[in-house]
């Protein structure tokens, strides 16, 4: 639930949650994220390569359930795409481009309706992760596709 992230939210934003930091591959992190999404996997299609990454397993998957959530919500056709390499992991959607940059959403606390909507929220707490674990996290609009980029 979006209570107990928030919690595990909290607890990293004052530095008191230590990384469980393990090797984890792309499949089982993106499975792991679908099932937190409680989605049928078909509503996706996957780019997913055999690879490894060193990250906090419970935390990365909760990172990607959100951007998954956040697809499907803001999409045209309730459907999502994941590409995952050594490089990064990829969630994009077909919709419109967000009406801010990226920065207004992921202050911990955005003013107006996009907060209201659970987008803020989500965001936030998907940079809250990617900065814990030194990652960069990014959005573009391309080809009428959202794009949001977690970079390792």
Do not use: C, W
């Not at 999409?75 to 009406?99: C, M, N, Q, T, W």
Request: proline share 3%.
């Amino acid at each position: 639930s979006t209570i107990s992230e928030f919690g595990t939210i909290e607890q990293l934003s004052s530095g008191k949650f230590p990384l469980k930091l393990r090797l984890i591959t792309m499949e089982d992190l993106i499975d792991q994220a679908i099932d937190l999404a409680m989605i049928e996997k078909d509503r996706g299609t996957f780019d997913i390569k055999p690879v490894r990454i060193k990250a906090d397993f419970k935390l990365l998957s909760i990172a990607i359930k959100n951007l998954i959530d956040n697809a499907i919500k803001y999409s045209s056709d309730r459907r999502f795409h994941i590409i995952a390499s050594e490089r990064s992991i990829v969630v994009e959607s077909i919709g419109k481009p967000l009406s801010n940059p990226l920065s207004y959403y992921i202050q911990p606390y955005t003013q107006g309706d996009d907060a209201i909507s659970g987008l803020g929220l989500g965001l936030y707490i998907v940079d809250m992760i990617t900065k814990v674990h030194n990652f960069h996290f990014e959005y573009e609009n391309k080809n009428e596709k959202n794009r949001f980029i977690i970079k390792f």
